[in-house]
């Protein structure tokens, strides 16, 4: 084998054969440095290996090279970059022991060692030493971080960074571990900026999860035997220090000679903008303290009360003196903030300033008060109000104006004015003379009166409320106040009222009362609630201020009347109940003072209205016995009880949705109605609710197609006969029953009205006619001129008017007796006759001339037809009897005499050319000399004049 030469070398190098190229240089004697150079170069700077980290411990003469490398060189991994650093560190110990031949071990002079090549390697070693550290430290913090970037990158960062700005980083991002980290192993770089690097600490970051400075515990303060006073009184050694290396190292140990490998700290914080000071470890108390209340006024400054509160609590823990004062200010003000819902109001920030010097003390009470209840106004007082109200004095600004007990009165007093009165109760009970004083929320037994007359007489409340509130006053002593009450004016509620329109100012003015006053006006208080204690059991409550007001008779007329128709909806069960009611309303006319709710009503007033709300509410067996049983009130007259019920009668009848006399208001209307022994009026009443119930229930008369006839509407009609019409066009047939429908026209008020009588039988006979039953119209005509013809005798004739009488029945025989296709032309010869009697002398030419036509028709050869006719009147006065003085029909016969002796008379009169004049065949029984007028006037008498 040929010997290898220089050439084989450099090929075996350039091409990358290392080991070839190694045993080449080991054959020809050649340095190896530049074999492990040049492998080291062409190494993959992003995944080094350990092979390839050892090639810089393979680097054997040229040490400062390796020394450089193990600089610059980054891993992406903690050990390998360890490893890395290791070499350096034995690279510079093998260099500065071959340059200094041991005299850096032996001497620290440094005249020895300053020279450029000493410095060099020491600087080497410092930055190594440095980076071996930093890299132990970002062990620790690089699981905390976020891992945007990888750990090489992040550990070149770190290395060289320094630690004050990178302290307060990790503070402002509130990295607990990372800060830690720095204060334990470099606590002697950053321990004396510690305060300036924890107030980098956002003020909303919870205070226990950092380290934090400690104020050392008051039993181990150190005492000085003469005066015995606390030489202690400093921070405590709170953040344990454990440095990776125990003993400095050469390099740092002459750190004043050679260059340091970070910034200086003051200059770089001024570089980069960050104000921190220095302080000593450890500091006084003082510093410990102030650092605290800078914190919480920096969470107070931004509106965070509660964080501001948070950091005091937390300086407690760490035994920090002198905060007592600022956490309670903070707690009250939290208190406000937070409890009361101020921030739900309004964007302003109420900071601790502002709250010690702008809010006032009842401005903290109604805020503090703002989401209480009626579950929680009690403890709410105890445990925000009463304390509050205790140290309002120390913790803001006092109010000259206005004492510590006036603030919860006029809370009391506003809440009561807004309709809160149940409040104020539970404090009053809470406020018994009889609890201990510590228990009690108002202490003061005079103004706890004064504040339930005020409450009683402007505000609203319940009865219940009201007599809770009443049995939790004080009773005063009145034989110890025997020798004050000369001195002491009584003083009337009702002149107080105009001056105090509201409970805050009634107050006010009670303020001058002393507890004789206060005495008399409780003893008139309870007199009032006995009163209202009845009416509000009636539902009739009115406010106690009413009470003390004089009304007038109409007013307390009023009143009686509203508490005995409350009555009703009180739901009295039984008579019993209805009799309390009575004596209870009597009681409240006889009163000792004169001043009863009905003082101004008489006995008899107050029964006839008790009576009308018994009557209303269908208590009629009771009213019944109170009117005519064996122990009847004998306050009522008989009359004034019968106009009673007729009133209660006709409400029940007026408020009838239906015209049922079996069912609801109409049923209840002839109950009513029963508890009176007949009478004309009471008839009347009867008559008329079994007409309604006539016309609406059995007949279904309806107001308008679709919409149903009401009571009321019967009762309020001007004209009830147009009701009887409405059934004779709505019902068909009912005119075959006349004797139904005249009486219906009795009861519906028209008993003595023959007029009436007459309208409804000619409208019975329109209705025939319309429907075509001619032979039964023919007899409602006829029974139509019977009554006509009944009223010419009728003993109170003298209150008709003939011609309305005599219009109705005329019109309806005129209409039958022109009606062609009634087939009984004698008939209807018959029906023209009773028209004629009847009508009007400007008709007559009307009815006339019907009946020439008519009469043509039918020759007079007999009078068989008038027998017939005769049969039919027998008939038609069978069907209607017309009702008269004594209660018998009037027939016909006197009309149908007549008619015999004068027919042929009347005839023959019209045949011969009318009733005006003129010549013609006379017959032997007419007079001669007579004119045919006057001769027609005596055959038909009263039919045509």
């Known amino acids: ?308 509160l948070e950091w005091v609590r937390y300086a407690r823990l760490m035994d920090v003196t002198g905060l007592d004062t600022r956490e309670a200010q903070l707690d009250w003000l939290c208190k406000y903030v937070y409890s009361g819902g101020h921030g739900d109001q309004d964007n302003t920030v109420v900071d601790l300033d502002m709250f010690k010097k702008t809010i006032t003390p009842y401005e903290v009470v109604d805020t503090l008060l703002n989401q209480t209840d009626a579950t929680r106004i009690v403890n709410d007082m105890k445990q925000l109000v009463l304390p509050w109200l205790n140290v309002c004095s120390t913790i803001v600004s006092p109010d000259e104006d206005e004492s510590v007990d006036m603030i919860l009165y006029r809370w009391l007093l506003d809440a009561a004015d807004k309709g809160h009165f149940d409040w104020c109760c539970l404090v009053f009970e809470h406020s018994k003379p009889t609890l201990p004083d510590d228990e009690r929320i108002i202490k003061n037994d005079e103004d706890l009166a004064r504040l339930a007359l005020a409450l009683f007489y402007t505000t609203p409340g319940s009865i219940e409320t009201q007599v809770r509130t009443f049995e939790s006053l004080p009773v005063f002593d009145v034989w110890e106040l025997g020798e004050h009450q000369d001195k002491e004016k009584h003083i009337d509620m009702g002149a107080l009222l105009p001056l105090a329109e509201t409970p805050l100012g009634l107050f006010t003015v009670l303020q001058e009362v002393g507890p004789y006053g206060l005495t008399q006006m409780m003893d008139t208080l309870q007199a009032h609630l006995q009163y209202a204690e009845v009416l509000a059991r009636y539902h009739a409550s009115v406010s106690l201020r009413w009470y003390l007001e004089d009304h007038s008779v109409d007013t307390q007329r009023q009143m009686c009347i509203r508490l005995a128709s409350q009555a009703g909806s009180a739901h009295l069960d039984d008579d019993k109940e209805w009799r309390e009611l009575l004596d209870e309303m009597m009681g409240l006319q006889e009163d000792n003072n004169g001043k009863g709710v009905f003082a101004k009503l008489t006995r008899t007033e107050i029964f006839e209205t008790f009576f009308s709300s018994l009557l209303r509410c269908g208590r009629f067996r009771l009213a019944k016995d109170l009117m005519v049983g064996p122990n009847r009130d004998k306050t009522l007259d008989i009359g004034r009880a019968e106009q009673l019920v007729l009133d209660a009668e006709q409400e029940f009848f007026d408020n009838a949705t239906t015209g049922n006399m079996h069912d609801g208001n109409m049923k209840l209307a002839m109950e009513c109605l029963n508890i009176l022994p007949p009478t004309d009026m009471v008839n009347e009443e009867k008559d008329l609710i079994v007409a309604t119930h006539t016309l609406i229930s059995e007949y279904h008369v309806m107001d308008r197609p679709g919409i149903e006839l009401m009571p009321i509407q019967v009762r309020r009609s001007t004209n009830r006969l147009d009701l009887i019409s409405k059934l004779i066009n709505s019902r068909r047939g009912i005119y075959r029953q006349p004797t139904q429908v005249l009486d219906l026209t009795h009861k519906l008020g028209y008993q003595e009205d023959l007029l009436a009588q007459v309208r409804v039988l000619a409208m019975l006979a329109s209705a025939a006619l319309v429907d075509e039953d001619f032979d039964m119209s023919y007899k409602l005509c006829c029974a139509t001129v019977d009554k006509v013809r009944s009223i010419e005798t009728h003993p109170h004739r003298r209150r008709y008017r003939m011609e309305d009488i005599n219009q109705a029945a005329w019109q309806a025989c005129f209409n039958l007796g022109k009606v062609e296709l009634f087939d009984n032309p004698r008939k209807r010869l018959d029906v023209l006759a009773m028209a004629l009697e009847l009508t009007p002398a400007e008709n007559v030419s009307e009815v006339l001339s019907v009946w020439r036509k008519l009469d043509r028709q039918v020759p007079p050869s007999d009078l068989e037809w008038l027998e017939d006719a005769h049969q039919d009147v027998v008939d038609a006065s069978s069907v209607v009897t017309a009702r008269g003085e004594d209660g018998k029909g009037v027939g016909w016969n006197s009309l149908l005499d007549s008619a015999r002796r004068q027919q042929w008379r009347l005839g023959d009169l019209l045949k011969a050319g009318g009733a005006g004049g003129g010549s013609g065949a006379s017959s032997p029984e007419v007079p001669e000399g007579k004119r045919k007028r006057d001769q027609l006037r005596e055959m038909v008498g009263g039919w045509l004049f």
Request: net charge negative; aromatic share 8%; charged share 25%.
């Open 1 to 308: 084998m040929e010997h290898s030469t220089t050439h084989d070398f450099l090929f075996h190098l350039n091409q990358g054969n290392y080991q070839a190229a190694l045993d080449t240089a080991k054959d020809l004697g050649l340095d190896t440095d530049i074999i492990y150079k040049k492998q080291w170069t062409k190494r993959s700077k992003k995944e080094l290996t350990t092979d390839d980290i050892d090639l810089l411990d393979h680097v054997q003469h040229d040490k400062a090279w390796v020394v450089s490398q193990c600089l610059e060189t980054l891993a992406d991994d903690a050990s390998l970059q360890q490893k890395i650093l290791d070499i350096g560190l034995a690279a510079c110990l093998v260099q500065q022991e071959h340059q200094t031949n041991d005299a850096m071990t032996t001497t620290t002079d440094t005249n020895e060692i300053n020279n450029e090549t000493n410095t060099l390697w020491l600087r080497a070693r410092l930055y190594l030493l440095q980076y071996a550290d930093r890299l132990k430290t970002f062990n620790v913090i690089w699981p905390t971080l976020q891992k945007t970037t990888d750990f090489a990158t992040g550990y070149n960062d770190f290395r060289d960074a320094n630690l004050i700005a990178q302290a307060i980083e990790y503070a402002q991002t509130e990295n607990a571990t990372a800060l830690r980290a720095l204060f334990v192993h470099h606590g002697a770089v950053v321990l004396p900026y510690r305060f300036s690097i924890l107030a980098a600490i956002p003020e909303t970051a919870e205070p226990s999860q950092f380290d934090l400075p400690q104020q050392r515990p008051h039993e181990e303060m150190e005492y000085d035997d003469d005066n015995e006073e606390a030489k202690g009184g400093k921070e405590d050694e709170w953040m344990p220090q454990q440095p990776w290396r125990d003993e400095l190292d050469v390099s740092e140990s002459v750190g004043d000679v050679i260059e340091n490998p970070t910034p200086e700290h003051t200059a770089y914080m001024a570089w980069i903008g960050q104000q921190v000071d220095r302080s000593d470890y450890p500091a006084s108390a003082e510093v410990v303290t102030q650092w605290y209340v800078d914190r919480s006024a920096a969470a107070d400054r931004i509106g965070l009360a509660s964080q501001a």
